[in-house]
Nanobody
Framework: QVQLVESGGGLVQAGGSLRLSCAAS????????MGWFRQAPGKEREFVAA????????YYADSVKGRFTISRDNAKNTVYLQMNSLKPEDTAVYYC?????????????????WGQGTQVTVSS
């Protein structure tokens, strides 16, 4: 079992940056591909970014490509989401998730473990 704890959310002005972290428990972190999702009020949870087990391959939603960067440190059992040039439409609760089947996925149901989420609010 994997427990995930996100941190780093907050309030930022449009154009600003935030770095989210997701710390995982357990010694099998490197056996999971990791993803970030977000959910805004009244909207469905949507894929943001994913990273392969080794960290060598990354995937992004078109809406964040070029602005967000996902990375991981398997020695620290941590995955990161660097968010630059933030826009008000990026406002949401951000969740990290761990998946064990396949190489990666943009579908939330392919992930086995979820964090509790961290709020990101971007003011205009």
């Amino acid at each position: 079992q994997v427990q995930l704890v996100e941190s780093g959310g907050g309030l930022v002005q449009a154009g600003g940056s935030l770095r989210l972290s997701c710390a995982a428990s357990g010694r099998t972190f490197s056996s999971y591909f990791m993803g970030w999702f977000r959910q805004a009020p009244g909207k469905e949870r949507e894929f943001v970014a994913a990273i392969s087990r080794s960290g060598g391959t990354t995937y992004y939603a078109d809406s964040v490509k070029g602005r967000f960067t996902i990375s991981r440190d398997n020695a620290k059992n941590t995955v990161y989401l660097q968010m630059n040039s933030l826009k008000p439409e990026d406002t949401a609760v951000y969740y990290c998730a761990a998946g064990g089947r396949g190489s990666w996925s943009s579908s939330w149901y392919q992930y086995d473990y979820w964090g509790q989420g961290t709020q990101v609010t971007v003011s205009s």
